[in-house]
């Protein structure tokens, strides 16, 4: 089992959208595919057609409850959503009133080794003691970025944050939301990034469809396939899977009998 | 009220399509199609199906150019790691590395794998959606095709699979409680297995090496050996085709068995049939065992050979390879021989006048004298004869009793253990296997005594042919020798627990056994 984290500290930046539609697809090569969506305001879950509410959320969180008993289905075969919930956003004090408080969500997601080949964790914005045990639970963390210079100074300080914890897992970074008429977004895709994070060439272009998903509650991949944004997703999936060790197609065969 | 759990599978009546299930399930808002595909599903087990015998199924799913085996138990459950594999499965030990491999080979030893059904399967996606327009439940609109080796396709009723969605369990039950009891479609097992074999005519256990004839106590004499000989020619000619085309060694084992069991119920069963039916066939059946002799002696080489090998000395172990290409290619050769044989149109004829012989109403000649007595007594008189017999000359070897003398009583044990098995069916099944056990321990022990030295004699007969010119040749003849020495040396090991292996046939409990079971009932 692999875990890919979607993160930014910035809001905003096509990280959910990414989550989704990366789920989507991983899930669609045959790899059993749980995006958790830790999000509070639920978006991936709304994306996906599942109610944002978990049952004993708090004790699930406390490991106390088995969190394969909360995970949902979604219309995608091999693609599984552990939903959003209101109480996700006292995560934070919540682990902090754990032992080892920094490892919670690794020791969580342990269990399901043998039911997932990759879980896809959907970040909220912030950097705190979530973002923390988000970074120690991954093997490699995902960064959407938008092309400004504004956005690639955030991405230095997070590295420097990183560095700081001793935080090994590789740092992948994309461009997200590229709008190909503003000269500043091609100057920044074009100028170099810092040396500790490891830039895709695949970037998502700034779409309509992926505003639509809203609209649509489906990835891209799923209603736009061919469109511009759609095929973008697969470059980028496809970018990750050359990567990212371990995410190759899966063993899975669906069949009847 | 029918109980359906989640996951059910039901048969549809004729007239439901993808179309009348959307409607059933709500309309198009409830209710939608997905995707569609075609898999092709295939069974297979040894002749003998020894999969089946241990509660598992093996199977081989087609779909879009891949293939995986699945081994499940007899509910459907997988019982080990599904296994990527593309060619149709036929030895074991050719499976790629697994878990099934191990399982499979351990069970099938040196059988192999045949099919048994093929399936055909086009399968239509259906989603049950809740009011978010989410998949709540997944369908499955599956129609069937079967066919086999030797029968044409034949539909399998068309049935609707139901595959829960997680965290979605209460809407499937529904869909089943639905389905199970407001439509009343009847539920199909999740495993296609018996089903399919039906349909292509078929029968888990149709075919067993176990000589199984029913008997009845009162039953006469004459009944009973000409059901006991149906049988047994229905074993012959059931493995004939399989000998011929040399599918695995086993085909052969279980004809010449075969055959040894029609000579000794034919001469061991005394005074029944008609004279001259005996003598007839009693020598058309030992020419036609002689027939099957030299293959298997060559089989039984080669099925030995592995465990022969790790006998010697590692070093030596590789200088054996000569010998087994020699040993392969007669092999080949009598297997060549014994196909035409087998398929001449004199081998035909004898099988055929025989079980036209065993199946007539009224047998050609006189009967013999005891050919009325009720089969438990003359079943009962004659196995006790046989038992005394054995007994006697068993007793009478001595360390330094002549090998002939240990081959003799090899004999009589052997037909001692045929008659008990004939007619097994009259008499109390438990006290018969603990009289079974030392009695076939026993022959293990003589077996090997007598086997050893005729393979020992036979390698060095062979030794003969190998070519000496050169260092390889060399090599294995020294090899042959060593394990020639082996083999002698095995042998020896057999002669000493000979006396322990008799003591505990010739036992007093055992005793009181036989004398209770066959002296007193042959009375
Ligand atoms: N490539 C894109 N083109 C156009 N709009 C996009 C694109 N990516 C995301 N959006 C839109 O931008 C908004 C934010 O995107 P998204 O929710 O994916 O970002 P996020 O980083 O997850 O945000 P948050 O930090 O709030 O969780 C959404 O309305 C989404 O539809
Ligand atoms: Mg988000």
């Known amino acids: 089992m692999r875990v890919l984290g979607i993160y930014n500290i910035k809001g905003g930046v096509g990280k959910t959208a990414a989550a989704v539609n990366i789920g989507h697809l991983a899930a669609a090569d045959g790899l059993r595919t749980l995006i958790w969506d830790l999000d509070p ?217 | ?117 093929r399936v055909q399967i086009e399968s239509i996606g259906l989603a049950l959606l809740n009011e978010d327009a989410k998949t709540v439940v997944r369908l499955q609109l599956l129609s069937l095709l079967c066919d086999s080796p030797d029968r044409e396709s034949i539909a399998l009723g068309p049935r609707l699979r139901l595959i829960p969605v997680r965290g979605y369990t209460a809407e ?81 084992h279980d004809l010449r068995v075969a055959i040894r069991r029609t000579r000794s119920a034919l001469t061991q069963i005394k005074l029944v049939l008609p004279e001259p039916v005996v003598k007839e066939y009693q020598q058309r059946f030992a020419r036609l065992g002689q027939v099957t002799g030299p293959t298997r002696d060559l089989d039984v080489f080669l099925l030995e050979l592995p465990g022969l090998r790790a006998a010697l000395p590692p070093a030596m172990a590789a200088d054996l390879d000569a010998l087994e290409v020699h040993v392969r290619k007669a092999q080949r050769s009598e297997q060549r021989r014994l196909k035409r044989r087998l398929g001449s149109p004199a081998t035909g004829a004898m099988v055929q006048a025989w079980r036209e012989l065993l199946d007539a109403p009224r047998l050609p000649g006189e009967p013999g004298a005891l050919s009325s007595l009720p089969v438990a007594q003359l079943a009962s008189q004659q196995i006790w004869r046989m038992y005394k017999r054995v007994r006697k000359a068993g007793r009478a070897i001595q360390p330094d009793s002549p090998a002939e003398a240990l081959h003799q009583l090899r004999k009589d044990c052997k037909k001692l253990r045929y008659l008990i098995e004939f007619f097994r069916d009259i008499y109390p099944a438990k006290p018969l296997k603990r009289m079974l056990r030392p009695l076939k321990d026993l022959l293990d022990c003589l077996g090997q005594f007598q086997d050893r030295e005729l393979q020992a004699e036979w390698l060095e007969g062979l030794s003969a042919e190998l070519d000496r010119s050169d260092p390889q040749g060399r090599r294995s003849l020294m090899a042959t020798g060593a394990l020639v020495a082996h083999l002698l040396r095995d042998q020896h090991l057999a002669r000493e627990r000979f006396a322990e292996r008799f003591a505990r046939f010739d036992a007093a409990d055992s005793h009181v056994l036989y004398r209770r079971l066959f002296r007193d009932r042959g009375a």
């Open chain 1, 41 to 257: 305001q639920g978006a991936a879950t709304f994306y996906l057609r599942v109610k944002p509410k978990v049952r004993g959320s708090k004790r699930m969180l406390l490991g106390k409850r088995d969190l394969s008993d909360v995970l949902k289905g979604t219309d995608y075969p091999h693609l599984d959503l552990l939903p959003a919930d209101f109480s996700y956003r006292n995560m934070d004090l919540l682990f902090g009133g754990t032992k080892k408080p920094t490892t919670r969500l690794r020791r969580l997601l342990r269990p399901l080794a043998a039911q997932y080949d990759l879980v896809v964790l959907d970040c909220p914005p912030s950097i705190s003691l979530v973002s923390e045990n988000i970074f120690r639970a991954v093997d490699a963390l995902l960064l959407p970025t938008i092309p400004t210079p504004l956005s690639l100074r955030t991405l230095e300080q997070l590295l420097d944050f990183m560095a700081g914890h001793d935080l090994g897992s590789p740092v992948l970074t994309f461009y997200s939301m590229v709008d190909r008429r503003k000269q500043l977004h091609q100057d920044v895709v074009a100028s170099p990034v810092d040396a500790r994070c490891g830039v895709l060439s695949t970037t998502i272009p700034y779409a309509s469809e992926v505003e639509r998903m809203g609209l649509e509650r489906r990835p891209v991949t799923a209603f736009a396939a061919c469109s511009m944004a759609g095929r973008s997703y697969q470059a980028l999936w496809t970018e990750l899977k050359s990567q990212v060790a371990g995410l190759q197609p899966g063993a899975v065969f669906d069949s009847p009998y």
């Open chain 2, 1 to 117: 009220m029918n109980s359906a759990s989640p996951s059910d599978s039901f048969l549809l009546p004729d007239d439901v399509d993808v179309e009348r299930l959307i409607e059933l399930f709500g309309g198009p808002g409830c209710c939608c199609q997905g995707h569609s595909a075609d898999f092709s599903l295939c069974y297979f087990d040894s002749f003998d199906w020894r999969l089946n015998s241990a509660g598992l199924r093996l199977l081989q799913v087609t779909s879009d150019g891949s293939a995986v085996l699945r081994l499940q138990s007899a509910d459907g459950e997988q019982v080990v790691e599904p296994l990527q594999s593309v060619a149709e499965p036929a030895w074991p030990a050719d499976l790629p590395d697994s878990d099934l491999r191990l399982r499979v080979s351990s069970l099938l030893e040196m059988r192999v794998l045949l099919p048994l059904a």
């Open chain 2, 172 to 252: 499937s039950q529904r869909a089943a409680d639905f389905l199970a009891n407001e439509m009343v479609w009847p539920k199909v097992p999740p495993c296609l297995f018996e089903e399919a074999l039906t349909a292509v005519d078929r029968a888990p256990g149709d075919y067993s090496s176990k000589l199984k004839v029913a008997l009845r106590p009162k039953q006469t004499a004459l009944e009973a050996q000409r059901e006991i000989l149906r049988a047994l020619s229905l074993t012959i000619e059931r493995n004939i085709p399989g000998t011929r085309a040399d599918l695995d060694s086993e085909f052969l």
